[in-house]
């Protein structure tokens, strides 16, 4: 067949070729390939998995595999409206299943279908990373929430108005700091792009350490930030960086894992809208501190506007001096190269992340070795967190020792907390690390008026529950950990006392099923049977015994798999099942829920 005939056109092979050039390898560039095709079609033609293996030069399974694994790539035409409603814990609390039915019953058909007319695809998905917009639904890769009658209207007339950012506008009264480093690019609610940037002191604080610092003293610097790993794990940043073995005749590579997937989570949304470049000069730092010279920004496929505007500040980066040769006119080299995902949690763990970026389904991978020692594509890799690195440049200007000052012991600086559910201020607020948990809740509006709190998950999905009497609690890794929970991501999900707990913990564990890779037995089995037996619990099927199969599900799953999905899973099972016992014991008894039927 002529190249013109096939549906890899030569218009979308003249597209990929200088995507194939950023790579180490043709089949790094699949991701991005499948999306020109989907772009082109609206889905993946089934003859595509032949010539995309030609052309990538790699097995037709692989290329398979990929589809079949990351949920964006549609395998039939889907409609010209494609309406997405979340259905994680957020924006359960706030209405999504009632809105999905309504749509159901409006279009006349079920999730997971299209139109007979072809308008519309419904869609019932996990968390889109917006939870500060509850209830909030994806139509045609505009975030839309928190949803009106009205905006559903423009939803179905294909014209969805972009839901507006949830940001505090100054430090409320009462607050210990008044301190705001990265939250003061989100006051105006608009992008910083260079000209802005610059204006507020941006990339002074990379002149600085380009003149001032060798790259092993800022290594030395962030250490006594005690700045520490912002994506969830928490682990001190410098310490990190301190692993990457020197002169091994490989190069090292910077990934910024920006692929925030976890649930109640939405801090890094606001970070690529608002600030794209307070990012791209941490990144510039940790290049410099670690002999970085080429770095991949792997951004979660669901953020389309927060790609687009990246995209456009790196652009406007390398145009100015700021990345690409001789970086300030000194003998620092840094390319960047943007990657998006294709739907997939598993992806936000690191090692998933770099299988992904290599071009292969997201399983994470065995360790040791570190990626610090073997990371992409078999070489020294350095992956951070976007909010991570997004603190740099603060630390450079204000100095270690300043910055460490900000937060608690062994717990430096600020932190973004993404708060939702059931408060009358839901969004993103920057606050020392240590901060009280009920102060945060209060300054975010407390509970709806006439309600009060019944449990606050403290850090993601992945945390243990928190009971309303053990709210009394800060805010960083080593508190939170003491409490018995962990400090995560950040995302704080507030419910109050109409929350059946059932219903929220059959809402978090069929997420947790739903994004399984299906690598690990434990992981796989485990929670993708949980998810079974807490619907039937939900919808009054439960049996005696189900209590205690689930917590022994719960241990099974704990400390015996690859990555710790079945732990973020597990911890959570536990929690709900013990602190809110009785709750699941009625279900069990009377067949029905009591909670949802007094609301």
């Known amino acids: 067949m002529n190249v013109a005939e096939g549906v890899l056109t030569v218009e979308i092979r003249k597209k990929a070729e200088p995507v194939l050039r950023r790579y180490a390898t043709k089949r790094a560039a699949i991701l991005p390939v499948l999306r020109l095709l989907q772009e082109r079609y609206g889905y993946i033609p089934e003859e595509a998995e032949g010539e995309v293996a030609d052309y990538l030069e790699i097995p037709v399974i692989d290329v398979r595999e990929v589809l079949s694994f990351y949920t964006l790539f549609h395998r039939k035409p889907a409609g010209k409206i494609c309406l997405n409603v979340c259905r994680t814990l957020s924006c359960r609390l706030a209405g999504s299943q009632e809105i999905l039915k309504g749509l159901e019953d409006r279009l006349g058909i079920q999730a997971g ?28 890769g505009v975030y839309a929430g928190p949803l009106t009658e009205k905006g559903l209207e423009q939803c179905l007339a294909g014209q969805p108005e972009k839901g507006e950012q949830r940001i505090e506008g100054s430090a409320p009264a009462g607050t210990d700091s008044p301190v705001r480093l990265i939250s ?31 790259p092993n003293d800022f290594i030395e610097e962030v250490k006594k930030s005690n700045l520490r790993g912002l994506g969830g794990a928490g682990f001190p940043a410098g310490m990190k960086w301190s692993f990457v073995p020197k002169n091994t005749g490989k190069p090292v590579y910077l990934v910024v894992n920006a692929d925030e997937g976890e649930p109640g989570t939405f801090k890094d949304r606001y970070i690529l809208v608002n600030a794209p470049h307070l990012l791209l000069e941490g990144m510039a730092l940790a290049a410099y501190a670690n002999s970085v010279e080429k770095a991949f920004i792997y951004v979660r496929g669901e953020y389309e506007e ?46 998933g992340l770099l299988e992904s970026l290599e071009g292969k389904k997201a399983f994470p991978r065995l360790k040791p070795p570190y990626p610090a020692v073997v990371g992409l594509f078999g070489s020294p ?36 907390f993404s708060v939702s559910g059931h408060v009358a201020r839901p969004g993103v607020y920057e606050r020392p690390l ?132 079945a732990d973020g899973a597990a911890m959570p099972l536990g929690s709900y099942l013990k602190k809110f016992r009785s709750e699941f014991e009625f279900h069990l008894r009377e067949k029905h829920c009591d909670v949802r039927e007094n609301k």
């Open 113 to 140: 279908q299209t139109t007979l007319d072809g308008r519309f695809t419904l869609e019932s998905v996990e968390c889109l990373g917006a939870c500060e917009l509850a209830p909030m639904m994806e139509a045609n």
């Open 184 to 214: 003061k690019f989100f006051e105006r609610g608009r992008t910083y792009f260079l000209d802005d940037y610059v204006k507020e002191g941006g990339y002074e604080a990379l002149r600085q350490v380009l003149e001032k610092f060798k």
């Open 306 to 351: 927060p790609c687009r505007i990246l995209s456009k500040a790196v652009e406007e980066a390398e145009a100015g001096g700021f990345l690409g040769k001789n970086i300030l006119g000194k003998n620092f080299n840094l390319e960047i190269v943007l990657h998006r995902g294709a739907g997939a949690y598993i992806a936000g763990e690191e090692t």
């Open 381 to 416: 890799t350095v992956i951070n967190n976007v909010e991570t690195l997004s603190y740099l440049p603060f630390v450079a200007k204000m100095g270690a020792e300043a910055f460490a000052g900000l937060g608690s012991p062994r717990n430096g600086g600020l932190r973004l």
């Open 434 to 565: 240590g901060y009280p948990l009920r102060r945060l809740i209060d300054e975010a509006g407390g509970v709806r008026a006439g309600h009060q709190i019944k449990a606050v998950v403290p850090g993601g999905l992945s945390a243990a529950v928190l009971k309303a009497d053990e709210i009394e609690v800060g805010l960083d890794f080593d508190q939170l950990k003491a409490a018995g929970t962990m400090a995560g991501s950040a995302g704080i999900i507030v419910m109050d006392e109409t929350t059946c707990m059932v219903e929220a913990l059959t809402v978090t564990m069929s997420f947790f099923g739903h994004e399984s890779c299906g690598q690990c037995s434990p992981c796989r089995e485990g929670t993708g049977w949980v998810a079974k037996i807490l619907k039937r619990i939900c919808e009054g099927r439960g049996r005696a015994g189900d209590i205690d199969t689930l917590l022994d599900l719960g241990a099974s799953m704990s400390g015996t798999t690859i990555c710790a999905l």
